[in-house]
Nanobody, 123 residues
Framework: VQLQASGGGLVQAGGSLRLSCVLGSGRTFDVYGVGWFRQASGKARRFVGAISWNSGDTDYADSVKGRFTLSRDNAKNTVFLQMNTLKPEDTAVYYC????????????????WGQGTLVTVSS
């Protein structure tokens, strides 16, 4: 499964961005969860949130709960990450990933990865 992430950019603190992750051609029938991770410069890749492809149930890291919202459009094979009230510490490259189970917080549990999209939040 090929994943294409987009929607990153530069935003001021307190602003919003919406990231998209399109699941392209491939074995989409065995995708059960789509997760988002982020990696700040010099830091480890960290879990942000995940959505069940079938039920739409969501799971979030504590650091983004109440600010970030995941949704999906199965007809368009797309997952959205709406990010509100952004903070400078949200600055990172954001990656979407797809896996055969849900929920999964470990990046090692995801089989397919997108290329990443950079989010920069200025103070």
């Amino acid at each position: 499964v090929q994943l294409q992430a987009s929607g990153g950019g530069l935003v001021q603190a307190g602003g919003s961005l919406r990231l998209s992750c399109v699941l392209g051609s491939g074995r989409t029938f065995d995708v059960y969860g789509v997760g988002w991770f982020r990696q700040a410069s010099g830091k480890a890749r960290r879990f942000v949130g995940a959505i069940s492809w079938n039920s739409g149930d969501t799971d979030y890291a504590d650091s983004v709960k109440g600010r970030f919202t995941l949704s999906r459009d199965n007809a368009k094979n797309t997952v959205f990450l709406q990010m509100n009230t952004l903070k400078p510490e949200d600055t990172a490259v954001y990656y979407c990933a797809a896996g055969r189970s849900w929920p999964e917080h470990s990046f090692g549990r995801y089989d397919y990865w997108g290329q990443g999209t950079l989010v920069t939040v200025s103070s």
